[in-house]
């Protein structure tokens, strides 16, 4: 890859995985589309760790996601499953056989209407059925296609979202899309419930070369692959996928950081008991089997357990979100992964995946909580070292790994990542001879405050920062979550509100890892001892047996047992 790229291989599995990374790929497509003047100095991140360059049967030069999803049949929508990017019509028409057909023409689903207004509006898709596609950053690729005036920025009607491609607006490549076809998105039968179910797919195989095949596509174009990142469904039989998925990654290559992202959408109904018995199941194994196999695994959720007993979704004082819409929810846990991902994406001194993990993950505690303050809140008037004192001593960051309150816990290590801030806001603006309100007003950097203020917070902690000019891009189709206290950059406004729609914004991000694990995968393990299995013996009939529910509860109640209080890594 160009300019040593330390390259990751994304992987998403499952159809609410599907909606986090359809927002997280758009809010990289929308990252692309800043100048591409040769004259214009490089971005802070490096979009080649995530995206590859190719050329179409046309000659036609892309720039697509180094990415594998694997979702069930019936989650595509309109979107083909090649992509659409490669397709050529000249060649589907041309066949050998030159004897009588019979065509089966599968009934299709009606494009959603934001997608049709907006390639309209792009003019991505061209009349001859060409795509035409942004120009690579950094002046490579083909010029941008013009229009006489700038296509006002759609946001689709929230009732219109049904799937995560009703909302992707980044074309794919042909080896990205992996169905599997034995089992229903829709409907109540033939549905991918548990745990078992999704590890005997990668035991087919039909479905394992199709994996196997597509990881050595993507690999072996790579010049340095630092690892793979896995966008994996917790709470159904996607959590059996991963397992199988992270160990063929951890047999196969070997050496390479592997960071899996648990996602669990919103809250549940007490009224489904099978359903929340598969979750709670379902999620044990998952993040046990998971653990084996990944560097890294974190439990991303707005929810406020991982049990059984519903607790209420966490809330942002600036955003009014429904946690029951899967588009609203992956929205947010989307900017939050945008923002603790970027260690292993920066331009300049990156943080391998290995090394970050290794940060995080001693004594065997390969389990980490995320937190994220969305959007990180500063007055337009203010420093960054008065917005972190208005802070105040509290956990500066929203709990996003559903374990609970944060107050009180014991923090081990901590990567924490703080971008958006303009530069001149970053130090006090203080005349000289002012009263320092605190040392963070002393401090020459902004680097410099952010530290300050971490090593304040937790003194015996061992904590990695950064701090990024660049912002979270929320442009449609990103939905509008923000209240009317913000300006377009994200600030909080000190006027009345100006109407402006929020273009981006500042976004506090952390990975720690946390005494609260203890208490959750401990009860995780204690809920599990309550279940009378003879009542669910449909999950064991799914491939589990007796044996392996056992040494999951050993096994979770043996990770609980690493996040027990007071030996921090600088104690």
Known sequence: MAGGAREVLTLQLGH???????????QQDAALCGPTDAKEPPGELCPDVLYRTGRTLHGQETYTPRLILMDLKG??????????????????????????????????????????????????????????????????????????????????????????SDFLRVPLH??????????????????????GQGESILKEPRYLEELEDRLHFYVEECDYLQGFQILCDLHNGFSGVGAKATELLQDEYSGRGIITWGLLPGPYSLGEP???????????????????????????????????????????????????????????LATALDTVTVPYR?????????????????????????????????????????????????????????????????????????RGLNKACHTSQLTPGTPLPS???ACTTGEEVLAQYLQQQQPSVRSSSHLLLTPCKVVPPYPHLFSSSLSQQGLVLDGPPTGAAVESIPVLGALCSSSSLNRTLGDLAKELTKLDLRRWASFLDAGVEQDDLEEVLQELCSLAQCYQGGDSLMD
């Open 174 to 195: 042909p080896r990205s899309i992996c169905m599997i076809q034995k089992y229903n998105h829709d409907g109540e039968a033939g549905r991918l419930e548990a745990f």
């Open 346 to 418: 920066l331009r300049s001194s990156p943080v391998s995946m290995v090394h970050l993990a290794d940060m995080l993950n001693f004594s065997g505690k390969k389990v980490v909580t995320a937190g994220a303050t969305i959007p990180f809140p500063l007055v337009p008037s203010q420093s960054l070292p008065d917005a972190l004192v208005q802070l105040g001593g509290a956990t500066p960051w929203t709990p996003l790994s559903a374990c609970g309150d944060p107050s009180g816990i014991c923090c081990f290590a901590q990567s924490v990542v703080l």
């Open 75 to 164: 989650s595509l929508s309109s979107l083909k499953q090649d992509g659409g990017l490669y397709r050529d019509k000249l060649l589907d028409a041309a066949i050998a056989w030159q004897g009588k057909l019979t065509t089966h023409k599968e009934e299709l689903y009606p494009k959603n209407p934001y997608l049709q207004d907006f390639l309209s509006a792009e003019g991505v898709l061209n009349s001859d059925g060409i795509w035409r596609v942004k120009s690579i950053p950094n002046g490579k690729g083909p010029p941008l296609l013009t229009t006489a005036t700038t296509p006002k920025p759609l946001t689709p009607p929230e009732g219109s979202i049904r799937v995560w």
């Open 274 to 332: 099978q359903k929340n018995i598969y979750r709670l199941l379902n999620t044990a194994f998952g993040l046990v089997r998971l653990s084996a196999h990944s560097s890294l695994v974190c439990p991303l959720s707005l929810g406020g357990s991982l049990g059984l007993r519903p607790e209420s979704p966490v809330s942002f004082p600036h955003l009014r979100y429904d946690a029951t819409l899967p588009f609203h929810c992956s929205a947010i």
């Open 439 to 441: 040392l963070l007003h």
């Open 16 to 26: 609410f995985a599907g909606f986090v990374g359809a927002h997280w790929w758009n």
